[in-house]
């Protein structure tokens, strides 16, 4: 190994410190500092000694960072930043806004290609890990059908939405694939399934003291484009159960593929994640294609690139001889 | 779309066979001919209308040829052949004696580079498949553990080692998970599990006229590197009931790797492939790489490549624009 690939962290919540635990397990790789919006003397590293730096600091600092890994949102930061920052830095993010891929992609692409740097963008486990299994599913099984199923997970917009509506003190939500729906699919049948036969949704909700249990949950189960198209289990429970039960953010899913190479034989391809962490495993992503962004860009490969971009040994700090020999 | 990609066979048993279906299913690949070292007009081939050739007219077909696809054995065609037809023509194998990859690698590089083709090796599920799926597991979550299971699947190996023993006059050998060290995996414990522990292997046996049938199940259960290790099933049946049930070639397995980011957060990846034909869906991993090692040769990628070096994106006949737009 060379010298330590070093690594930059801009956003420090739980993505970010998702990163930072992540780097503790890559030994070939340096954390150089952790940069944020907020004050950095009110930022706890998770190894002591990590330089905490306000993100105006960024502009200072090109030339000492290989590769910055962008940890902010889709929704406020990621837009923003991500452009702006494949400007100045080698970087690796989770933009996880599907339908706005493209154009992001775009607006990446352009500042990245112009300063010579190498961003790639949309990394994760979906977008991500799970995209990779859907383009090799179809290109391996041309005839056939893939299916994407999540959970059982918590999803973090639709808590947001359950704690929006009025008379919740609190709640989370928790996705969860048909487990009938998983088999049939499994079988190799391709089923056509609608939304309302993959998925189930489940909340557990914190009244306000006073609040209307009936006129909560209708609002809940009612509630257009989140849970209207979903059958929406409610439970209620207390405020210690919430913060003793529901504290954690477990997710995960299946990308399963199924097809025909001729009529009489049916294969079926399935990628499982199970994740006790959503944002520690994405973060564990990131990192491993921070690893290839630097590899990319030593190798003069400039612009915006997705992880269909990315050969899959670009993400080992072994050698190709050493894939080769051990792994293959 | 451009012109159809030019592919050949080189090799017509079942992987040859089953290259030729799925071509059938990729309509970017146009089939120029099959070459064996059989009579080419007792050849059958798929399609009527295929050309086909014996293997010394390849000679004389360079230049109308794209990709050829290596459908021999691993142990008696391809060590000879990879090295002698990646000196004429871009190929794609599925050499998969694990350990002679290095050596063989070494001989196919030797003759891709020297005659500025690009030689893929080693393709297929397992070398292929399951061994992207440990380098990602790997990199994905570096303090973790890695394990490969195989089946429910026809051993070809093995089928033909009990088909040597005295008094046997036909038989199949199938090579099954243990379901209870499957589902210790998957829990994330990280299981040490012994050969024993992990496979199960199941026989079925036609006996010859007058055999001694626990005789021929001793000298199975015992044999050396094959079964010894195993725990071993010996089922005797009738020649028509081997045909009947037993002439199908399904196969598959599981690599699920296990890790923690965080002492609190264990992740479990999975991918798992359930196959009704083996060398059907190998062919269709061979034919898949045959459209990336076009384009890779196109992009002057020389020598030999295994299936890290080749980013997802190369598999799909689908632009990486549309890929962005549609499955990532």
């Not at 003397?41 to 905490?52: E, I, M």
Request: charged share 20%; hydrophobic share 40%; with cysteine.
């Amino acid at each position: 190994m060379n010298q330590a690939i070093r690594i930059a962290i801009a956003g420090h919540g739980n993505l970010g410190r998702g990163v930072e635990a992540a780097l503790t397990k890559n030994p070939d790789m340096r954390l150089v500092g952790i940069y944020s919006r907020r004050p950095p003397a009110t930022l706890k590293p998770l190894v002591a000694g990590t330089p905490v730096y306000s993100m105006d600091a960024l502009n200072g600092h090109v030339g000492q960072i290989d590769v910055l890994i962008l940890c902010g949102g889709s929704k406020e930061d990621l837009p923003q930043q991500g452009p702006a920052l494949a400007a100045q830095f080698n970087t690796v993010d989770s933009f996880d806004t599907h339908a706005l891929i493209p154009e992001y992609f775009a607006a990446v692409d352009a500042a990245a290609t112009a300063s010579r740097k190498t961003a790639l963008i949309a990394s994760g486990w979906d977008p991500g890990m799970f995209s990779i299994n859907r383009v090799y599913g179809e290109a391996l099984l041309p005839d056939g059908a893939t299916y994407t199923f999540w959970g059982k997970g918590l999803s973090q917009g639709h808590s947001d939405a359950i704690r929006r509506v009025p008379g919740v003190a609190g709640g989370v939500q928790y996705t969860l694939p048909v487990a009938a729906a998983v088999e049939a699919v499994r079988s190799g049948t391709r089923p056509a399934l609608s939304t309302r036969q993959k998925h189930t949704r489940e909340c557990f909700v914190v009244l306000k003291d006073g609040a209307d249990a009936d006129a909560v949950r209708r609002a809940i189960v009612t509630m257009p484009h989140y849970f209207d198209e979903y059958d929406t289990t409610v439970n209620f429970i207390s405020a210690e159960e919430l913060s003793r039960n529901h504290a954690t953010m477990p997710h995960g899913g299946f990308v399963i593929r199924s097809g025909n190479t001729t009529a009489a034989s049916t294969q079926v391809i399935e990628y499982r994640l199970k994740l006790d962490s959503n944002p520690e495993f994405t973060a564990s992503v990131l990192v491993a294609y921070a690893r290839a962004v630097h590899r990319m860009h030593l190798a003069g490969q400039f612009g915006a690139k997705t992880v269909f971009d990315v050969a899959p040994g670009l993400l080992s700090p072994k050698s190709a001889a050493q894939l080769r020999a051990e792994l293959l």
